[in-house]
């Protein structure tokens, strides 16, 4: 299962698109929503029953994500990719039957707790191999990847609506859907098992820097470190930030101008939800790329500074001026997209390509923690300000404060990352041999 070495003059250029394939496909994950609906008007669901499957996908790629690391960097990102490409699109045909005999624990089990795996095994199964083929410009490299992650729910959510409408909104109709997703999928996904390569030697490219040279560190002692803990805090902070107006986006939008002579309508708040999701995507690659120039930490003062400012405008204005409101959270939303994206590459900087995979799989465990803490954060406060008797921009105004202070959190957490201490570091000779060790493994 380990991917054949790459032939001498084998183009680079050719495993972004192989992480693409996988990361475009669980991407999915993010277009959900559309599946609402018709799940709880078809099997009779609650709102919060219809979200269950989503939100144990999300804590499923956290844990599995933390758990599979070091897995994914001991076997490589083909048999990574290909564990990934079985449990998301079995997790799809699992919901299939789940929806054709009316059985939602199926679903839940399905999309949920096996497609959840697959969610997380795929999203770390590139990271460590585009690392080590663009040693220099990693953050790039990370950033194309990872956009397809956000990039999945422009796909899938027109095309999901459309097979709803064409297949039906009934159980039936769902899970002719589900299946439909389940072996699409599969092959889309397949593309990348079969494309992807590990470079030949530790210099992939003449004038490269090394991808294996200076500082490396193991998965084990990297969660010994303060520097894998301040940067647990800094995600988990920037993320909290993004999620919380992107899991609310429309009724905020609707709710901040409802009392003034311009009031959002349904489609337009729709139209708005598009546009952050677009944020969101060209944040991935954008800030990431300019994380290769300007250097992590400070693309992240950027993201936390920056944002938290983002984020008084709205608070003390927001509700004056439209534009303002959207330039704000458009801004917000591709700093929580760049987020995703630049961390690979700062984890490489501070703890080396050694097992950056297994240290980026145990850091997405900040995601999860932050998946709940920011829609909990801003739903609980605007539930009971309504509850209170107010309504517009002030049901959210407590909460946009509390943001300021989580990045302020975060932005403390990036200044003080420093580099690791030296008793920290991988040996030369084990180094050594465990490169040594792996190079007959990956050719066979």
């Given at each position: 299962?380990?991917?054949?070495?790459?032939?001498p003059?084998w183009?680079?250029?050719l495993?972004?698109?192989?992480?693409?394939?996988?990361?475009?496909?669980?991407?999915?994950?993010?277009?959900?929503?559309?599946?609402?609906?018709?799940l709880?008007?078809?099997?009779?669901?609650?709102?919060?029953?219809?979200?269950?499957?989503f939100?144990?996908?999300?804590?499923?790629?956290?844990?599995?994500?933390?758990?599979g690391?070091?897995?994914?960097?001991?076997?490589?990102?083909?048999?990574?990719?290909?564990?990934?490409?079985?449990?998301?699109?079995?997790?799809?045909?699992?919901?299939?039957?789940?929806?054709?005999?009316?059985?939602?624990?199926?679903?839940v089990l399905?999309?949920?707790?096996?497609?959840?795996?697959?969610?997380?095994?795929?999203?770390?199964?590139?990271?460590?191999?585009?690392?080590?083929?663009?040693?220099?410009?990693?953050?790039?490299?990370?950033?194309?990847?990872?956009?397809?992650?956000?990039?999945?729910?422009?796909?899938?959510?027109?095309?999901?609506?459309?097979?709803?409408?064409?297949f039906?909104a009934d159980?039936?109709?769902?899970?002719?859907?589900?299946?439909?997703?389940?072996?699409?999928?599969?092959?889309?996904?397949?593309?990348?098992?079969?494309?992807?390569?590990v470079?030949?030697?530790?210099?992939?490219?003449?004038?490269?820097?090394?991808?294996?040279?200076?500082?490396?560190?193991?998965?084990?002692?990297a969660?010994?470190?303060?520097?894998?803990?301040?940067?647990?805090?800094?995600?988990?902070?920037?993320?909290?930030?993004?999620?919380?107006?992107l899991?609310?986006?429309?009724?905020?939008i609707?709710?901040?101008?409802?009392?003034?002579?311009?009031?959002?309508?349904?489609?337009?708040?729709?139209?708005?939800v598009?546009?952050?999701?677009?944020?969101?995507?060209?944040?991935?690659?954008g800030?990431?790329?300019?994380?290769?120039?300007?250097?992590?930490?400070?693309?992240?003062?950027?993201?936390?500074?920056?944002g938290?400012?983002?984020?008084?405008?709205?608070?003390?204005?927001?509700?004056s001026?439209?534009?303002?409101?959207?330039?704000?959270?458009?801004?917000?939303?591709?700093?929580?997209?760049?987020?995703?994206?630049t961390?690979?590459?700062?984890?490489?900087?501070?703890f080396?390509a050694?097992?950056?995979?297994?240290?980026?799989?145990?850091?997405?465990?900040?995601?999860?923690?932050?998946?709940?803490?920011?829609?909990?954060?801003?739903?609980?406060?605007?539930?009971?300000?309504?509850?209170?008797?107010?309504?517009?921009?002030?049901?959210?105004?407590?909460?946009?404060?509390?943001?300021?202070?989580?990045?302020?959190?975060?932005?403390?957490?990036?200044?003080?990352?420093r580099?690791?201490?030296?008793?920290?570091?991988?040996?030369?000779?084990?180094?050594?041999a465990?490169?040594?060790?792996q190079?007959?493994?990956?050719?066979?």
């Amino acid at each position: 299962m380990s991917p054949p070495i790459a032939p001498p003059g084998w183009s680079r250029w050719l495993v972004p698109p192989a992480a693409l394939s996988v990361h475009l496909s669980i991407g999915q994950a993010y277009a959900w929503s559309v599946f609402k609906p018709p799940l709880e008007s078809a099997l009779g669901l609650s709102g919060t029953q219809s979200a269950l499957p989503f939100q144990l996908a999300i804590v499923m790629l956290g844990l599995s994500a933390a758990f599979g690391g070091t897995l994914v960097e001991r076997n490589g990102p083909r048999w990574a990719m290909t564990v990934a490409l079985v449990c998301f699109s079995s997790g799809f045909l699992i919901s299939a039957l789940g929806a054709a005999v009316e059985q939602y624990w199926l679903i839940v089990l399905g999309y949920g707790f096996v497609g959840g795996i697959g969610l997380g095994i795929g999203y770390i199964s590139p990271v460590s191999t585009l690392i080590k083929w663009f040693p220099d410009r990693p953050g790039m490299a990370t950033g194309i990847a990872i956009m397809g992650f956000g990039g999945g729910a422009l796909i899938a959510s027109p095309w999901s609506a459309q097979m709803l409408e064409s297949f039906g909104a009934d159980s039936s109709g769902i899970a002719l859907a589900f299946l439909v997703h389940g072996l699409s999928y599969a092959v889309f996904m397949s593309l990348g098992v079969l494309l992807v390569r590990v470079p030949r030697g530790e210099r992939p490219v003449a004038g490269a820097p090394s991808a294996v040279e200076g500082v490396q560190v193991s998965a084990r002692s990297a969660v010994r470190t303060p520097q894998f803990w301040c940067l647990w805090v800094v995600l988990c902070m920037n993320v909290t930030a993004g999620i919380g107006i992107l899991e609310k986006a429309a009724p905020m939008i609707k709710d901040f101008f409802a009392d003034t002579s311009t009031p959002v309508s349904a489609s337009a708040a729709a139209g708005f939800v598009a546009l952050l999701s677009a944020a969101n995507m060209a944040g991935r690659i954008g800030w990431s790329s300019t994380s290769d120039l300007v250097g992590r930490k400070n693309v992240y003062r950027l993201y936390l500074g920056v944002g938290a400012l983002m984020y008084a405008l709205i608070a003390l204005i927001g509700d004056s001026s439209k534009p303002l409101f959207v330039l704000c959270a458009l801004v917000i939303l591709s700093f929580y997209g760049g987020g995703f994206a630049t961390i690979p590459a700062y984890l490489k900087d501070l703890f080396g390509a050694y097992q950056v995979g297994a240290i980026h799989g145990r850091l997405l465990t900040a995601w999860s923690t932050a998946g709940v803490l920011g829609p909990l954060i801003v739903n609980w406060i605007a539930d009971r300000q309504e509850e209170a008797g107010k309504d517009g921009s002030s049901l959210y105004t407590l909460s946009l404060f509390i943001m300021i202070g989580l990045l302020a959190v975060g932005f403390v957490a990036n200044e003080l990352v420093r580099p690791v201490h030296v008793r920290h570091h991988v040996p030369v000779q084990r180094k050594a041999a465990d490169v040594e060790r792996q190079q007959p493994e990956s050719a066979a």
